[in-house]
């Protein structure tokens, strides 16, 4: 089909499903983003292949490709499934509630898909699931007493995922390397805990002394519930209102 910018294939959402046919194992786009996500949770994105997905579903790997043409279909299709997760905490409330909902639901399902935080930002997500995340997101900040108009909507919505994509590359991003190279804390702070201490000993760095002294130990949900509450709060409270 012609479109403003030439020709284009019809999206993967759009397309029907195609014709059953008679095999021992019956396919669809579903249970190949299923048995994709499930590879995905166990070795990441990289460790993810046609073979590897048609191998676990029991079925010929050129089988896969009446389903999907490319891996970005693959990925869209697995990045849906997880907004349908996310889309269960979507529920009518009030509109902070419903942000506070959203966006914690979010941060679980990422940490039970840790590869999900890897697509967050990197590309746009379109499939029906995303726009209706997309969808409930926006109406609730839309009725934040510090949202007038379409800018402030824009500009809180770019702020709000901002931080969301951030805040979980980022946690996510601790979690793998503690995995990886177990790197035990105690002992990480044992050997370079007289370096620390030497360096901020010399009175050049007070703030980050007064951080190590008097800072207290934030658990990563802690910090993400206070941050995200932070984020909304600049909404509610915009300045000049």
Known sequence: ????????????????????RAAPVPLSRAKIAAAAIRLADADGLDGLSVRKIAKELGVGPMRLYDYVTNRSELLDLMVDAVYAEIAEAARPSEWRATAL?????????ALEHEWFADLLGARPHLGPHALAVGESTAAALSQAPGVRDIGDLQRALSALNAFLAGALRTEITERRTARTTGVDVSAWQTALGPYVTRMLETGR????ARLVVEGAHLSAEETFHHNLTTILDGVTNRPGT
Do not use: F, K, L, N
Request: glycine share 4%; proline share 21%; no cysteine.
């Open 205 to 208: 760095y007070p703030t980050v």
């Open 101 to 109: 909902a959203i966006v914690h639901r979010t941060r679980e399902a």
């Open 1 to 20: 089909m012609d479109t403003p910018y030439g020709s284009a294939p019809v999206p993967v959402w759009e397309r029907p499903e195609p014709r059953p």
